[in-house]
C-alpha cells in the first residue's frame, strides 16, 4: 500500500481577502437586517441556515464557519432556527450574493429529536430554554427546500454532522430502510462533510470568482452530482466494487488487526502516470494511481435491498477515510452517479489556532437575552451552559469505536492547537466572560488525551488503512507521549485568576495506562471527585464488534487511578459506563456484565442503549447481521455473523441488566434468568444477582437523559436512613453513576454529580 501523493493544500490564511474585508468583523454575525444596516452592510455574500440557535463560540458549527468565511472578507449572517413552515424566514437577510451553507446543526436532527427508543424528546439542549421542536426532522432536506423556495437560483451547500453522515445511502434508524444520499434527496450543489473550513473558505473564493458551482468537482471533502457530460470525469480510472465474492479485488485488503510494518506502510509501489490495470503472470495486480482512481459502490437501488451489499459499502467507504491514501468513492443513485471527493487534509497547527482565535464573542447572540439581558434565565442555552468554561484543544481521534461517527467525521489523524492558542483562550474566557469562577470545566476534544498524539512517522501515517491506532492494541507506531499534554496543564493551572482545571472530555483509557506520570498528573490535578470513564462492556463479544480494549486495561487504569488519587490525599472516583444492546451483545453477554457491576457496587442510574446513528460501522452491523471489520461475504462460511439486539423486548431486557438493581426490571429478570438457566442468580444472598422477593414498586425507571424528555415526575422521597448518605460516599459503599457522589465541581458554579448530555468517551 503506497500513499496517495497528496498535494499540500493552500493554507486557509493565504487566501486574497474578499473586497468585503473592508467591513472587518462584526461583534456578532448578523440575524437580521437592522444589524447588517449597524454593520453597513447592503447584502450577505454567505448566509448560513442552521438547526441550533446561534452562539458565537468556537464549540458551535455555524460560528467556527462563519467567522472563517469572514476572515476571508465575505459578509456572512446566519438564519437560527427559522420556522420552516414557509419559505419567509428564509428571506430575512435577502439574497446572499454567493450561497447558502445550511447545515442542522451541531447534531444529526434525529438524534437532536428521537431518544433511542424512538420516542421524541421534548428537550433540545441547543434552544433558547432547551425548548424542544425548534428545528424540524431531517432538518438539512427541509431547510435546503426552503432556500430553494426563498431564492431560487442562489448555490446551496450543505454541511455539518447530518450532511457528513448522510452522504452516501445510509441505513436511517428511524424509518428502518436505506435512504438515498442527503444530496440526492435535497437537491442541493454541494454537499461538504468533515470539519469543513477548507472545503469552504474554496468553494466561497471560487464562486466569488464567478465560476459556476457546477464546475466545482475537485474540492476534497465534497460530495456532489456528476453530470454525464461533465469534462473534468474525464481520466479517472474505475474500480468496480458493486458486488462481492468477486474474483479480484479493489485493494489489499489489509485486517485491522494487523500490525503494520513499517516499510510495508512506507513503500511507494505504484507508478507515477495513469496506466490501466494489467495482471501481472503471478497474479498481483499493478493498480492505478490512486489520485485518479475512483471506486464505484454499489449502487443505492443495490444496497437498498440487499444488506449484504451495504455491507460491503460500509466497509469500502471506511477503507477510504485516511486523507493520505483515500479514493474517490462514486454510487450510482438512478440514473445518476453521486461523487464523493476524498476527505479533506488536516489542518496543520497554525490554521487551527488561525480557526480558534478568530473574534467569537464566546457568547449565545444578543436576541436570546432574557428580560433582564442575561443568559443566565429562562433563555439560557444548555449546550453553551456545557461549554461555556470549557476549552477545545483538538479535533479528530484515533480510536475508531465503531458505534461512533467522529473518527468518519472529524478523520483520524489529530489536528491539535499550539499551547500558546490555548492558554490565550483561557485567559480571554477569564476576563470576558461572565460568571467565571475560576473554574475550566474542560479542556479537552473528542478525546481528552489525544493532543498531539499521531503516529511516528507522516509517510506510515498517510500510507495506513487501519481503522484504529488503538485496537486490538496499541499500535507499535503510535507515539503514546503524553508530555505536551501534562505541559499545557501545567501552564493553565498556574495562570492568575485559574484556579481549577478539569478534564471534562472522555478519556481513552488504554492510551492514558502507557503514560503514568499523565494518569498521576490527571488525577492529582484535574478530577472534580470523580472520572468517568466508558468500558461500554465487560465481554469480549461485543467489545470485539465495539473495537474497544478488553476490561483487563479498565482493572489496569483503576489501579492508577486510585493510587494517584491515595497519594494525593484524595478521595475520588471512576465511573464507567456502558452501553446495552450493542450489535454482538448476547442476553448472557448483559447478565455477566450485570454481576461484574453487582461485584464492583456500580448501580448504573443512567443506560445508554445501542442507537444506530447514520454511517457508523456499528449501525452497518445492525442493519445487516454481518461484521464489516472481518470482510463481507454471500458464502455463509466466511466473514462474520452478528447477533443484533432488535425489539423491544430484548432492547429492554438488555436495559434491564444494566439497571439489576431497579424493582421494576426483577419480574423480567428473573424471568430470563430461568430461561437462560441461570436461576442460581435468584435468591436473597449477596451472591445473588436480583432477589426472589418483590417489593411494591413504583412501576418505572427515568434515566437522566429521559428527564429531559418527558415531564419529571416529583422525587421519591428518600427513605430518612438513606438520605444523608449520598453527600458522602464511604468506601465500600454501593455507588451510583449519577447520584450518591459528592457533588463536582464544575465551572458553572452548580453542584451535582452529572453533566446532563456530555457524552462520556466512547
Ligand atoms: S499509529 Fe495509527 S496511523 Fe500509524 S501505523 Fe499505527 S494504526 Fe496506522
Same mark, same amino acid.
Given at each position: 500500500m503506497s500513499a496517495l501523493p497528496v498535494t499540500p493544500p493552500k493554507?486557509?490564511?493565504?487566501y486574497r481577502p /474578499?473586497?468585503?474585508?473592508? /467591513?472587518?468583523?462584526?461583534?456578532?454575525?448578523?440575524?437580521?437586517r437592522a444589524e447588517m444596516e449597524q454593520l453597513g452592510w @447592503?447584502?450577505?455574500d454567505i448566509i448560513i441556515v442552521t438547526g441550533?440557535?446561534?452562539?458565537?463560540?468556537?464549540?458551535f458549527g455555524m460560528a467556527v464557519i462563519g467567522r472563517t468565511l469572514e476572515a476571508q472578507g465575505f459578509r456572512v449572517g446566519i438564519i437560527a432556527?427559522? @420556522?420552516?413552515?414557509?419559505?419567509d424566514a428564509f428571506k430575512a437577510l435577502g439574497r446572499p450574493n454567493l450561497f447558502f451553507g445550511v447545515a442542522a446543526g451541531n447534531m444529526d436532527s434525529m438524534i437532536n429529536r428521537y431518544t433511542a427508543d424512538r420516542k421524541i424528546r421534548s428537550?433540545?439542549?441547543?434552544?433558547p430554554g432547551g425548548e424542544g421542536g425548534k428545528r424540524p426532522d431531517r432538518a438539512t432536506l427541509v431547510y435546503t427546500q426552503r432556500c430553494q423556495e426563498a431564492f431560487k437560483d442562489v448555490p446551496i451547500v450543505i454541511g455539518g454532522i447530518e450532511a457528513s453522515l448522510r452522504r452516501i445511502a445510509h441505513y436511517d434508524y428511524w424509518q428502518d430502510k436505506v435512504r438515498r444520499s442527503v444530496l440526492v434527496d435535497s437537491k442541493a450543489d454541494l454537499l461538504v462533510y468533515g470539519n469543513a473550513e477548507r472545503a469552504i473558505v474554496e468553494i466561497a473564493h471560487r464562486l466569488a470568482r464567478?465560476?459556476?458551482?457546477?464546475?466545482?468537482? %475537485?474540492?476534497?471533502g465534497t460530495a456532489f452530482m456528476r453530470r454525464d457530460?461533465?469534462?473534468?470525469?474525464?481520466g479517472w480510472f474505475e474500480l468496480d466494487?458493486?458486488?462481492? @465474492?468477486?474474483? &479480484?479485488?479493489?485493494?489489499?485488503l489489509i485486517s485491522p488487526y494487523q500490525i503494520i510494518d513499517d516499510k510495508a506502510c512506507a513503500s511507494n509501489d505504484e507508478p507515477d502516470a495513469p496506466k490501466p490495470i494489467t495482471l501481472h503472470k503471478t497474479g498481483r495486480i499493478s493498480m492505478p494511481p490512486r489520485e485518479r482512481t475512483v471506486v464505484r459502490l454499489p449502487a443505492y437501488e443495490q444496497v437498498k435491498s440487499d444488506p449484504v451489499l451495504y455491507a460491503h459499502a460500509n466497509r469500502v467507504l471506511h477503507l477510504e477515510t485516511n486523507p493520505g491514501n483515500a479514493r474517490a468513492l462514486v454510487q450510482r443513485h438512478g440514473d445518476r452517479d453521486l461523487w464523493i471527493n476524498p476527505p479533506p487534509i488536516p489542518l496543520t497547527t497554525p490554521e487551527m489556532d488561525h480557526v480558534f482565535d478568530?473574534?467569537?464573542?464566546?457568547?449565545?447572540?444578543?436576541?436570546?437575552?432574557?428580560?433582564?439581558?442575561?443568559?443566565? &434565565?429562562?433563555?439560557?442555552?444548555p449546550a453553551w451552559e456545557m461549554i461555556r468554561f470549557s476549552v477545545n484543544i483538538m479535533r479528530g481521534c484515533f480510536?475508531?469505536?465503531?458505534?461512533?461517527s467522529i473518527t468518519e467525521h472529524e478523520g483520524r489523524i489529530i489536528q491539535s492547537r499550539s499551547e500558546d492558542s490555548v492558554i490565550r483562550e483561557i485567559e480571554e474566557m477569564r476576563d470576558?466572560?461572565?460568571?467565571?469562577? &475560576?473554574?475550566?470545566?474542560d479542556l479537552g476534544g473528542?478525546?481528552?488525551?489525544?493532543?498531539?498524539?499521531?503516529?511516528?512517522?507522516p509517510e506510515i501515517e498517510a500510507a495506513c488503512r487501519k481503522p484504529?491506532?488503538?485496537?486490538?492494541?496499541?499500535?507499535?507506531?503510535?507515539?503514546? %507521549?503524553h508530555g505536551p499534554l501534562i505541559k499545557m496543564y501545567r501552564r493553565a493551572r498556574a495562570l492568575?485568576?485559574?484556579k481549577k482545571i478539569l478534564i471534562g472530555s472522555g478519556l481513552r483509557y488504554d492510551l492514558a495506562v502507557q503514560s503514568p506520570e499523565y494518569v498521576k498528573e490527571l488525577v492529582t490535578?484535574?478530577?472534580?471527585g470523580y472520572l468517568k470513564i466508558a468500558p461500554?462492556?465487560?465481554?469480549?463479544g461485543p467489545l470485539s464488534k465495539m473495537m474497544k480494549p478488553g476490561i483487563g486495561t479498565y482493572d489496569r487504569f483503576k489501579q492508577m487511578f486510585e493510587a494517584a488519587s491515595a497519594a494525593a490525599g484524595k478521595k475520588q472516583y471512576l465511573i464507567p459506563y456502558f452501553i446495552a444492546a450493542?450489535? &454482538?451483545?448476547s442476553d448472557e453477554d448483559m447478565m455477566n456484565l450485570a454481576v461484574w457491576l453487582k461485584r464492583n457496587g456500580f448501580r448504573a442510574d443512567q443506560v445508554q442503549t445501542f442507537y444506530p446513528s447514520p454511517m457508523a460501522t456499528a449501525t452497518a452491523m445492525y442493519h445487516?447481521?454481518?461484521?464489516?471489520l472481518k470482510g463481507i461475504s454471500r @458464502?455463509?462460511?466466511r466473514g462474520e455473523k452478528v447477533d443484533i439486539v432488535r425489539g423491544e423486548r430484548r432492547r429492554r431486557l438488555h436495559k434491564a441488566f444494566l439497571r439489576y438493581? %431497579?424493582?421494576?426490571?426483577w419480574p423480567l429478570l428473573r424471568e430470563a434468568l430461568k430461561a437462560m438457566g441461570?436461576?442460581?442468580?435468584?435468591?436473597?444472598?449477596?451472591?445473588?444477582?436480583?432477589?426472589?422477593y418483590q417489593p411494591l414498586t413504583d412501576g418505572g425507571y427515568e434515566s437522566a437523559r429521559r428527564k429531559n424528555s418527558t415531564p419529571s415526575k416529583p422525587a421519591a422521597k428518600a427513605p430518612a436512613k438513606t438520605a444523608g448518605r449520598a453527600a458522602t460516599p464511604r468506601p465500600g459503599q454501593v455507588l451510583t453513576q449519577h447520584t450518591g457522589l459528592p457533588p463536582r465541581v464544575t465551572g458553572s458554579g452548580r453542584g451535582g454529580a452529572g453533566r446532563p448530555g456530555k457524552p462520556a468517551k466512547r
Amino acid at each position: 500500500m503506497s500513499a496517495l501523493p497528496v498535494t499540500p493544500p493552500k493554507a486557509l490564511t493565504a487566501y486574497r481577502p /474578499f473586497w468585503a474585508k473592508r /467591513f472587518g468583523p462584526a461583534p456578532f454575525l448578523p440575524m437580521s437586517r437592522a444589524e447588517m444596516e449597524q454593520l453597513g452592510w @447592503d447584502s450577505c455574500d454567505i448566509i448560513i441556515v442552521t438547526g441550533d440557535a446561534y452562539v458565537d463560540h468556537p464549540s458551535f458549527g455555524m460560528a467556527v464557519i462563519g467567522r472563517t468565511l469572514e476572515a476571508q472578507g465575505f459578509r456572512v449572517g446566519i438564519i437560527a432556527q427559522p @420556522d420552516w413552515n414557509s419559505a419567509d424566514a428564509f428571506k430575512a437577510l435577502g439574497r446572499p450574493n454567493l450561497f447558502f451553507g445550511v447545515a442542522a446543526g451541531n447534531m444529526d436532527s434525529m438524534i437532536n429529536r428521537y431518544t433511542a427508543d424512538r420516542k421524541i424528546r421534548s428537550d433540545d439542549a441547543y434552544t433558547p430554554g432547551g425548548e424542544g421542536g425548534k428545528r424540524p426532522d431531517r432538518a438539512t432536506l427541509v431547510y435546503t427546500q426552503r432556500c430553494q423556495e426563498a431564492f431560487k437560483d442562489v448555490p446551496i451547500v450543505i454541511g455539518g454532522i447530518e450532511a457528513s453522515l448522510r452522504r452516501i445511502a445510509h441505513y436511517d434508524y428511524w424509518q428502518d430502510k436505506v435512504r438515498r444520499s442527503v444530496l440526492v434527496d435535497s437537491k442541493a450543489d454541494l454537499l461538504v462533510y468533515g470539519n469543513a473550513e477548507r472545503a469552504i473558505v474554496e468553494i466561497a473564493h471560487r464562486l466569488a470568482r464567478r465560476e459556476p458551482v457546477q464546475s466545482l468537482t %475537485d474540492i476534497r471533502g465534497t460530495a456532489f452530482m456528476r453530470r454525464d457530460d461533465d469534462p473534468s470525469a474525464e481520466g479517472w480510472f474505475e474500480l468496480d466494487s458493486t458486488e462481492v @465474492d468477486r474474483p &479480484g479485488r479493489i485493494d489489499e485488503l489489509i485486517s485491522p488487526y494487523q500490525i503494520i510494518d513499517d516499510k510495508a506502510c512506507a513503500s511507494n509501489d505504484e507508478p507515477d502516470a495513469p496506466k490501466p490495470i494489467t495482471l501481472h503472470k503471478t497474479g498481483r495486480i499493478s493498480m492505478p494511481p490512486r489520485e485518479r482512481t475512483v471506486v464505484r459502490l454499489p449502487a443505492y437501488e443495490q444496497v437498498k435491498s440487499d444488506p449484504v451489499l451495504y455491507a460491503h459499502a460500509n466497509r469500502v467507504l471506511h477503507l477510504e477515510t485516511n486523507p493520505g491514501n483515500a479514493r474517490a468513492l462514486v454510487q450510482r443513485h438512478g440514473d445518476r452517479d453521486l461523487w464523493i471527493n476524498p476527505p479533506p487534509i488536516p489542518l496543520t497547527t497554525p490554521e487551527m489556532d488561525h480557526v480558534f482565535d478568530l473574534p467569537y464573542a464566546r457568547a449565545p447572540h444578543p436576541s436570546y437575552a432574557d428580560e433582564n439581558g442575561s443568559h443566565d &434565565g429562562a433563555t439560557k442555552i444548555p449546550a453553551w451552559e456545557m461549554i461555556r468554561f470549557s476549552v477545545n484543544i483538538m479535533r479528530g481521534c484515533f480510536g475508531g469505536c465503531t458505534f461512533c461517527s467522529i473518527t468518519e467525521h472529524e478523520g483520524r489523524i489529530i489536528q491539535s492547537r499550539s499551547e500558546d492558542s490555548v492558554i490565550r483562550e483561557i485567559e480571554e474566557m477569564r476576563d470576558k466572560v461572565k460568571g467565571f469562577t &475560576g473554574i475550566v470545566s474542560d479542556l479537552g476534544g473528542p478525546t481528552a488525551n489525544m493532543y498531539r498524539i499521531g503516529c511516528k512517522s507522516p509517510e506510515i501515517e498517510a500510507a495506513c488503512r487501519k481503522p484504529s491506532c488503538v485496537y486490538p492494541g496499541i499500535c507499535p507506531n503510535l507515539n503514546t %507521549d503524553h508530555g505536551p499534554l501534562i505541559k499545557m496543564y501545567r501552564r493553565a493551572r498556574a495562570l492568575p485568576g485559574v484556579k481549577k482545571i478539569l478534564i471534562g472530555s472522555g478519556l481513552r483509557y488504554d492510551l492514558a495506562v502507557q503514560s503514568p506520570e499523565y494518569v498521576k498528573e490527571l488525577v492529582t490535578h484535574h478530577v472534580g471527585g470523580y472520572l468517568k470513564i466508558a468500558p461500554e462492556h465487560t465481554e469480549q463479544g461485543p467489545l470485539s464488534k465495539m473495537m474497544k480494549p478488553g476490561i483487563g486495561t479498565y482493572d489496569r487504569f483503576k489501579q492508577m487511578f486510585e493510587a494517584a488519587s491515595a497519594a494525593a490525599g484524595k478521595k475520588q472516583y471512576l465511573i464507567p459506563y456502558f452501553i446495552a444492546a450493542h450489535p &454482538g451483545t448476547s442476553d448472557e453477554d448483559m447478565m455477566n456484565l450485570a454481576v461484574w457491576l453487582k461485584r464492583n457496587g456500580f448501580r448504573a442510574d443512567q443506560v445508554q442503549t445501542f442507537y444506530p446513528s447514520p454511517m457508523a460501522t456499528a449501525t452497518a452491523m445492525y442493519h445487516s447481521g454481518r461484521n464489516p471489520l472481518k470482510g463481507i461475504s454471500r @458464502d455463509e462460511s466466511r466473514g462474520e455473523k452478528v447477533d443484533i439486539v432488535r425489539g423491544e423486548r430484548r432492547r429492554r431486557l438488555h436495559k434491564a441488566f444494566l439497571r439489576y438493581h %431497579d424493582a421494576n426490571n426483577w419480574p423480567l429478570l428473573r424471568e430470563a434468568l430461568k430461561a437462560m438457566g441461570r436461576a442460581d442468580l435468584i435468591g436473597n444472598g449477596k451472591h445473588h444477582l436480583i432477589p426472589s422477593y418483590q417489593p411494591l414498586t413504583d412501576g418505572g425507571y427515568e434515566s437522566a437523559r429521559r428527564k429531559n424528555s418527558t415531564p419529571s415526575k416529583p422525587a421519591a422521597k428518600a427513605p430518612a436512613k438513606t438520605a444523608g448518605r449520598a453527600a458522602t460516599p464511604r468506601p465500600g459503599q454501593v455507588l451510583t453513576q449519577h447520584t450518591g457522589l459528592p457533588p463536582r465541581v464544575t465551572g458553572s458554579g452548580r453542584g451535582g454529580a452529572g453533566r446532563p448530555g456530555k457524552p462520556a468517551k466512547r
